[in-house]
Antibody
Framework: EVQLVESGGGLVQPGGSLRLSCAAS????????MHWVRQIPGKGLVWVSR????????TYADSVKGRFTISRDNAKNTLYLQMNSLRAEDTAVYYC??????????WGQGTLVTVSS | SSELTQDPAVSVALGQTVRITCQGD??????PTWYQQKPGQAPVLVIY???NRPSGIPDRFSGSSSGNTASLTITGAQAEDEADYYC???????????FGTGTKVTVL
């Protein structure tokens, strides 16, 4: 069974940093593209970033480019999102998802990030 | 702002058919993927590619596309289909990904 479990969310002050993790199990992690998607509670889904199988290609939404860094450790079956210079508008539930270059077949349950003073 | 537009809400009588649409220029070149999201839960992929369902998704869900408009159709809607539905595809550059604005489906 495919499982994706996010962690690392919490309350952080504006300008602060946070690193999210996504532990994967039930499949060969290194075979798949991975993504981060976020959702402000009560609002729609927004794609954040993706990374290819061997971490040689990463892509970011314009709203986070230069502030967020996606990475992965295939030996640990773990996906990461390093978030720096956080803003109030980054407040959201962050989901990791296993997919292809452009879609998302399996999702974790999400971790809430709150940026507030 | 999203490059994929969906109607905010639709309703359907139990057992009837409902069509959810997604409009955007990128849909002329790429099939969308459709997701179902129930309150408090993560999204679930229901349709991908031209009209493909992952295992476990009932065959009452189907997808179609024409020009800049794609549709998700639920034929014989059930109470458990009440949820938010999102489409996603690539943006106009083909490089970034976008989601539709979402459609809330109510089953009466």
């Amino acid at each position: 069974e495919v499982q994706l479990v996010e962690s690392g969310g919490g309350l952080v002050q504006p300008g602060g940093s946070l690193r999210l993790s996504c532990a994967a199990s039930g499949f060969t992690f290194s075979d798949y593209w991975m993504h981060w998607v976020r959702q402000i509670p009560g609002k729609g889904l927004v794609w954040v970033s993706r990374i290819n199988r061997d971490a040689t290609l990463t892509t970011y939404a314009d709203s986070v480019k230069g502030r967020f860094t996606i990475s992965r450790d295939n030996a640990k079956n773990t996906l990461y999102l390093q978030m720096n210079s956080l803003r109030a508008e980054d407040t959201a539930v962050y989901y990791c998802a296993r997919g292809t270059y452009y879609d998302f077949f399996y999702w974790g349950q999400g971790t809430l990030v709150t940026v507030s003073s | 702002s999203s490059e994929l537009t969906q109607d905010p809400a639709v309703s359907v009588a139990l057992g009837q058919t409902v069509r959810i649409t997604c409009q955007g220029d990128s849909l002329r070149n790429y099939f969308p993927t459709w997701y179902q999201q129930k309150p408090g839960q993560a999204p679930v992929l229901v349709i991908y590619g031209e009209n493909n369902r992952p295992s476990g998704i009932p065959d009452r869900f189907s997808g179609s596309s024409s020009g800049n408009t794609a549709s998700l159709t639920i034929t014989g809607a059930q109470a458990e289909d009440e949820a938010d539905y999102y489409c996603n595809s690539r943006d106009s550059s083909g490089y970034h990904l976008v989601f539709g604005t979402g459609t809330k489906v109510t089953v009466l």
